[in-house]
Antibody, heavy 120, light 106 residues
Framework: QVQLQESGPGLVKSSETLSLSCTVS????????WSWIRQPPGKGLEWIGY???????NYNPSLKDRVTISVATSRTQFSLRLRSVTAADTAVYYC??????????????WGQGTQVTVSS | DIQMTQSPPSLSASVGDRVTITCRTS??????LNWYQHKPGTAPKLLIF???RLRSGVPSRFSGGGSGTAFTLTISSLQPEDLATYSC?????????FGQGTKVEF
C-alpha cells in the first residue's frame, strides 16, 4: 500500500519561499497525478495543484503565479515551492495521490500533513 | 471556481443515530463529488467517489447520494470511530474545490 510523507521546514519567514517534499513509498510514482493540498487554520481544504509523473502540471489559479510542483529525478519524491509567502500561507500542507481519469478523480492516499507557519 | 457549501458546519449525535450531511455546489457537477473523513493529526481518508461509489474497505454504513448541485453523505448507524470532520470535494473541473467541512461530535 502506497504511503506518503511530507517533510520540510515548519517555519518560514514572510516574503521567503516555502519548500516541501513528499516521499512516496510502497508504490510507483508513475501513472498517477500527485497533488498538494493545504488547510489554513479554521478553514476548509484548498487544492494547490498537481503534477503528472511525466512532469505536466496543473495549478490552482489563485496560487499559480507563486507555485511550482516538480518531480525529483529519483521518481520517489515530488516537491512544492511557494514563493513570496505571507501569513495567509500558514496552513497544514498535505501531499496526496490523485488517481482517476477525466472527471472521476479523487485523492485516495494522503500524507499525515505538515504544519507550516509563516512568521514576520 | 465552483463554490461548495456544506451543512451543517457541525452536528451532535449519538451512537446508532442516522446522520446526513449535505453538500451543495454553485453549478452542476453531475456526479463528480467525493467525500472524505478527517481526524486531527491523521491523513484524510477517501470514503465515497463519483457521488455514490463506496471506496473498497469503507464500512457499508457510509453512503453517498445526489447529483447536479445537491449531494448527501449518510452514516446509517453512527459508531464511536466516526467522530471526525467530513468534507466534500468536486472533481468536475479544476481548480478542484472542497466544502468547509462538517464536524460530527457526540
Amino acid at each position: 500500500q502506497v504511503q506518503l510523507q511530507e517533510s520540510g521546514p515548519g517555519l518560514v519567514k514572510s516574503s521567503e519561499t516555502l519548500s516541501l517534499s513528499c516521499t512516496v513509498s510502497g508504490g510507483s510514482i508513475s501513472s498517477y497525478h500527485w497533488s498538494w493540498i493545504r488547510q489554513p487554520p479554521g478553514k476548509g481544504l484548498e487544492w494547490i495543484g498537481y503534477i503528472f509523473y511525466n512532469g505536466s502540471t496543473n495549478y490552482n489559479p489563485s496560487l499559480k503565479d507563486r507555485v511550482t510542483i516538480s518531480v525529483a529525478t529519483s521518481r520517489t519524491q515530488f516537491s512544492l515551492r511557494l514563493r513570496s509567502v505571507t501569513a495567509a500561507d500558514t496552513a497544514v500542507y498535505y501531499c496526496a495521490r490523485t488517481p482517476g481519469s477525466d472527471h472521476v478523480t479523487f485523492f485516495d492516499s494522503w500524507g499525515q500533513g505538515t504544519q507550516v507557519t509563516v512568521s514576520s | 471556481d465552483i463554490q461548495m457549501t456544506q451543512s451543517p458546519p457541525s452536528l451532535s449525535a449519538s451512537v446508532g443515530d442516522r446522520v446526513t450531511i449535505t453538500c451543495r455546489t454553485s453549478q452542476t457537477i453531475y456526479r463528480y463529488l467525493n467525500w472524505y473523513q478527517h481526524k486531527p493529526g491523521t491523513a484524510p481518508k477517501l470514503l465515497i467517489f463519483g457521488g455514490s461509489r463506496l471506496r473498497s474497505g469503507v464500512p457499508s454504513r457510509f453512503s453517498g447520494g445526489g447529483s447536479g448541485t445537491a449531494f448527501t453523505l449518510t452514516i446509517s448507524s453512527l459508531q464511536p470511530e466516526d467522530l471526525a470532520t467530513y468534507s466534500c470535494q468536486q472533481s468536475y473541473t479544476t481548480p478542484w474545490t472542497f466544502g468547509q467541512g462538517t464536524k460530527v461530535e457526540f
